[in-house]
């Protein structure tokens, strides 16, 4: 029963805001370096972060490991926090070259479990990235939850509020086939949804397209 109305929901939002072709990046080390760069920020900041690194030629495994962190934080300035999320990096890129000889394809040749429980032991890296990493650059089906989701998911009465991060994940992957490319676009459309109707404040909840199926709307309006 689950499973058909995360489905329901699925669909209707697919077909409101069509596919979002997330996540952006040209190759597996991009993506990565975007799952860490958009950490508190939003995506804009991340875009011009990148196009520095890639106007410096640096957008390359060898050429950011070579760089010094300090320089490096200085590229991704506009992704704010950079000094932390160059150090980030800089730990990340360690732990490629250190354990896979720099190749990302090989790290991600790891069982997801094993890859997961890496990632989440280095510093400055949490769940939603983690998750990010391995579903957008790994194609590993593990499904990202990020605040819109649980706040999406409350205000639909699927979830308490201030949910944890492993009830929520668990919640769609156990009720959602396992399929890699729907968890991509469903946590896609999710921000979307998010982003754009059901705000923290001021909610646009006669125009959103999960009215239907909102318990929310009606305290809003009541």
């Excluded at 860490?36 to 196009?51: D, G, H």
């Excluded at 990010?132 to 590993?140: D, M």
């Excluded at 946590?187 to 397209?209: D, I």
Aim: with cysteine.
């Amino acid at each position: 029963m689950k499973q058909q109305k995360l489905m329901a929901i699925y669909h209707k939002l697919f077909e409101h805001f069509g596919p979002r072709g997330w996540w952006p990046g040209e190759s597996r080390l991009e993506i990565i370096l975007g799952a860490i760069l958009t950490q508190a920020v939003s995506w804009k900041n991340v875009e011009k972060a990148i196009a520095a690194l890639k106007e410096a030629r640096l957008l390359d495994f060898p050429a950011l490991r070579s760089i010094a962190e300090e320089e490096l934080a200085d590229f991704i300035k506009p992704a704010l926090y950079h000094r932390q999320k160059a150090r980030r990096l800089k730990i990340l890129l360690d732990f490629i070259a250190e354990n896979y000889g720099g190749d990302i394809d090989l790290m991600f040749s790891e069982p997801l479990p094993q890859i997961r429980a890496r990632l989440l032991a280095l510093w400055g890296i949490g769940p939603e990235t983690a998750d990010s990493i391995l579903l957008y650059a790994g194609n590993y089906p593990v499904f990202v939850v990020d605040a819109y989701t649980i706040r999406i998911f409350t205000r639909l009465g699927w979830v308490e509020d201030k949910c944890s991060y492993e009830k929520m994940q668990g919640l769609m992957q156990n009720h959602l086939p396992v399929d890699t490319q729907i968890y991509n676009e469903y946590h896609a459309l999710l921000v979307a949804l998010g982003a754009n109707y059901c705000k923290k404040k001021k909610a646009l909840c006669q125009e959103c397209p999960l009215a239907e199926y909102c318990p929310y709307i009606r305290k809003v309006e009541g």
